[in-house]
């Protein structure tokens, strides 16, 4: 069926079914990493084309809801399967774990969802999707943090150039982990712990970046 001449509904089916259909494919045996890779990166835009349908109020089916379902229920064994132990690309699986995540988090709040997007296997799907990650995969902000206190020992050793800009990032990137702290502490927090320890970590990389970038 030719996708131009697919409407908003038919577009988002179209895209369940390939994501059905990369999950399946990825868990065959014996498959190499880039099936992975697709399976995961077909469960981070589905998941964004169904939040999005969801937050527009546009219709999304029993029949819709069922093919995410299917695929969904099948990635934690994609993930834990012993022949691809290893080759789960983090960055693939941080990015659809936290689309996913999304996904959950706004269902709980809305009304008159289908139940395929309500049954407990989608939240028991979740849980093992971080486990694994939590299990074998290192966190991008973990990494900065271990950098945090690393550039702050070696304050003495770094070129005057940087020394000035990154004293100024690393106390602001603490304060802003102090500040999330106290807001999920007192229940204040809009945002989940997996989306802002992303959002933050790829801020704090780029500012760095720039700072690398301009002082050479």
């Not at 908003?8 to 259909?21: D, Q, T």
């Not at 093919?67 to 994609?78: C, Q, S, T």
Request: glycine residues 6%; positive net charge.
């Amino acid at each position: 069926m030719n996708a131009v001449l697919l409407d908003a509904k038919g577009l988002l089916r179209l895209g369940m079914l390939r994501f059905l259909e990369a999950t399946k494919e990825a868990l065959k045996p014996k498959q190499v990493t880039h099936h992975v890779t697709k399976a995961l990166g077909n469960c981070r835009s589905t998941a964004r084309r169904l939040l999005d349908a969801l937050q527009a109020a546009n219709l999304v089916d029993e029949d819709i809801a069922a093919l995410f379902f299917n695929a969904i229920i099948l990635l934690p064994g994609i993930i834990a399967t012993e022949c691809v132990q290893g080759l789960v690309p983090r960055k693939g699986l941080t990015k659809a774990i936290t689309c996913f995540e999304q996904v959950l988090e706004f269902v709980d709040k809305k009304e008159d969802v289908p139940m395929a997007l309500l049954d407990p296997l989608l939240r028991s799907s979740h849980v093992k999707h971080n486990t694994y990650y939590q299990d074998h995969c290192s966190d991008t902000l973990d990494e900065l943090q271990l950098f945090v206190r690393t550039t702050q020992a070696r304050k003495g050793m770094l070129d005057a150039r940087i020394r000035g800009p990154l004293s100024e990032l690393l106390p602001n990137f603490q304060r802003q982990f102090r500040s999330f702290g106290h807001n999920e502490r007192c229940g204040s927090s809009q945002t989940s712990p997996r989306c802002w320890r992303t959002g933050l970590g790829s801020s704090f990389q780029s500012n760095v970046l720039v700072v690398f970038r301009r002082r050479y």
